[in-house]
């Protein structure tokens, strides 16, 4: 089993920049593919970002393609996801979770190891 814990959130204008960060413990990080989700007040929980085992595939939602950047640094067990350009509608809570064995999956039932979120504000 791996434990995550995210890290990283907070209150930005829009236009601006954040990097979050996900620190795993447990398990070897290495193969996990890594996840990152975010959920809004009053909405489902949504698919962010993938990265797989070795960093070497990427995948994105089409909201956050060509602003937010994930990657992974397995010698360090952390997970990341640089947002950029941020917009009022990227406020939410944010999670990463670990997919076993997985490629990047956009199916958050594929993922375990759930962390309690950082909350991402951006203001208009």
């Known amino acids: 089993q791996v434990q995550l814990v995210e890290s990283g959130g907070g209150l930005v204008q829009a236009g601006g920049s954040l990097r979050l960060s996900c620190a795993a413990s447990?398990?070897?990080?290495?193969?996990?593919?890594m996840g990152w989700f975010r959920q809004a007040p009053g909405k489902e929980r949504q698919f962010v970002s993938a990265?797989?085992?070795?960093?070497?595939?990427?995948y994105y939602a089409d909201s956050v393609k060509g602003r937010f950047t994930i990657s992974r640094d397995n010698a360090k067990k952390t997970a990341y996801l640089q947002m950029n350009s941020l917009k009022p509608e990227d406020t939410a809570v944010y999670y990463c979770?670990?997919?076993?064995w997985g490629g990047g999956d956009s199916n958050s039932s594929k993922y375990e190891g759930w962390g309690q979120g950082t909350q991402v504000t951006v203001s208009s």
């Open positions: 979770a670990a997919d076993l």
């Open positions: 447990g398990r070897s990080f290495s193969i996990y593919a």
């Open positions: 990265i797989n085992w070795s960093g070497s595939m990427t």
